[in-house]
């Protein structure tokens, strides 16, 4: 028997400070195509991340749903660093981000 693995091309492996931050930029209303941007990341790669952390609770419905609405964004450096300070306990909280 054959097998057909689904989505073989993509990478699924995300650190855990990339995801606590993705926790962030949902809650700050990120739009998909700003998180593919920040990530480097396909639109896939972001979406399958998106639906792993709303089916264990790591993020909530929002506006714009999935591809996002951009409002009350805090100006972030375009290059990414590892110095970011994003307490998820906050993002959760919908309280924000910061760096």
Do not use: H
């Not at 920040?38 to 998106?50: C, G, V």
């Not at 993020?59 to 951009?70: N, T």
């Not at 307490?87 to 910061?98: I, Q």
Request: proline share 1%.
């Amino acid at each position: 028997m054959k097998y057909y693995v689904v989505l073989e091309d993509l990478d699924f492996v995300w650190t855990k400070d990339d995801v606590n931050e993705f926790e962030c930029l949902w809650v700050e209303g990120w739009t998909l195509e700003q998180l593919t941007e920040y990530f480097k990341r396909s639109q896939e790669e972001i979406l399958t991340l998106a639906l792993d952390r709303a089916r264990l609770g790591g993020i909530k419905p929002r506006a714009g749903g999935l591809i996002g609405e951009v409002t009350n964004i805090m100006i972030r450096d375009t290059e990414r660093s590892s110095s970011i300070n994003c307490d998820t306990s906050k993002a959760k909280d919908k309280v924000g981000c910061l760096r």
